[in-house]
């Protein structure tokens, strides 16, 4: 079954720790994105990809990093810069122009 | 800042009823999506309408765009307990497909 695969489901952080959260896609997707969803709000977008070893700041970008050296794969870091990291975080990918986002069960991330 | 903004905020109807969510946003469009968000998962995409497209339906589904307005509502008929979730319109507005999410409709279909 093609989908995108985030991990962990829930994570924590210490103070001055840096920590990175995986997405991985099979569906042979270009574009992947990473947002940050707090509680009862919708979606802010952090970094966005089109293509391998390419990427883009999106409204929130202060305090994250991103890496795509594989088509498949989108990590974030969290870095210890983000003095607020406490959220559900998301990623997604997609096949392009005018078409839909497909997502993944996300990662909740949580302060120690 | 929020592209689109759905109303209203939370509905609570009883199973059978139909349910009507209502988007606005500020700019030109490509397209405009609808999405559903069960609690604590990952959102499902429901229906894309482009901007030159002014209804869609998919099963109970019903979603009308009108530009002139910059609005667009989502119809589900005959809900169902299952329907209940939080429903978000997204606009895509630039080049690369990037999405701006409006704040959600909480839904409550009660049995």
């Known amino acids: 079954d093609g989908g995108i695969t985030q991990s962990p489901k829930y994570l924590f952080r210490k103070e001055g720790q840096n920590v990175t959260l995986s997405c991985e896609q099979n569906?042979?997707?270009?574009?992947m994105y990473w947002y940050r969803q707090d509680p009862g709000q919708g979606l802010r977008l952090i970094y966005y990809s089109q293509i391998v070893n390419d990427f883009q700041k999106g409204d929130i970008a202060e305090g994250y990093s991103v890496s795509r050296e594989k088509k498949e794969s989108f990590p974030l870091t969290v870095t210890s810069a983000q003095k607020n990291p406490t959220a559900f975080y998301l990623c997604?990918?997609?096949?392009?122009?005018?078409?839909?986002?497909?997502f993944g069960d996300g990662t909740r991330l949580s302060i120690l | 800042s929020q592209q689109g903004e759905e109303d209203p905020q939370a509905l609570s109807i009883q199973e059978g009823e139909n349910a009507t969510m209502n988007c606005s946003y500020k700019t030109s469009i490509n397209n405009l999506q609808w999405y559903r968000q069960n609690s604590g998962r990952g959102l499902v995409h429901l229906i894309l309408i482009r901007s030159n497209e002014r209804e869609k339906h998919s099963g109970r589904l019903r979603v009308t765009l009108d530009t002139s307005k910059k609005s667009s509502s989502l119809l589900i008929t005959a809900s169902r307990a299952a329907d209940t979730a939080s429903y978000f319109c997204a606009t895509d507005a630039s080049a690369g497909n990037m999405l701006t999410f409006g704040g959600g409709t909480r839904l409550m279909v009660k049995p």
């Open positions: 997604a990918s997609s096949m392009g122009q005018n078409q839909p986002q497909h």
């Open positions: 569906l042979n997707h270009d574009a």
